[in-house]
């Protein structure tokens, strides 16, 4: 089992700055990649970003790419998604998952095996 749990979301201005942090324990040795996924009101949980948890190879949507930046701390057992530049779509509950097996762009959120509660980001205008 791994355990998940999201901090840092909040309220920010258009252009501002967040970092959302993701806190990982239970079986680490099992985590092939972890992402961060999003979801506003009615419509679909998204992907956003991407680290695969050996190699720290990086994937990002292209709604963010450029403004958001996923990173890990092996020895805090923490992900990371720095976020710039913030818009006010960017608004949504913000979830950490994990993922145990091979992925190659790791952008679909039914093939993760483990998520956390999620935070929230809100961005105003």
């Known amino acids: 089992q791994v355990q998940l749990v999201e901090s840092g979301g909040g309220l920010v201005q258009a252009g501002g700055s967040l970092r959302l942090s993701c806190a990982v324990s239970?079986?680490?040795?099992?985590?092939?990649?972890m992402g961060w996924f999003r979801q506003a009101p009615g419509k679909e949980r998204e992907f956003v970003a991407a680290?695969?948890?050996?190699?720290?190879?990086?994937y990002y949507s292209d709604s963010v790419k450029g403004r958001f930046t996923i990173s890990r701390d092996n020895a805090k057992n923490t992900v990371y998604l720095q976020m710039s530049s913030l818009k006010p779509e960017d608004t949504a509950l913000y979830y950490c998952?994990?993922?145990?097996?091979?992925?190659?762009?790791?952008?679909?959120?039914?093939?993760?095996?483990?998520w956390g509660q999620g935070t929230q980001v809100t961005v105003s205008s």
């Open positions: 998952a994990a993922r145990r097996g091979y992925c190659n762009g790791c952008t679909s959120p039914s093939t993760y095996d483990y």
């Open positions: 239970g079986r680490t040795s099992s985590i092939y990649a």
């Open positions: 680290i695969r948890w050996s190699t720290s190879s990086t």
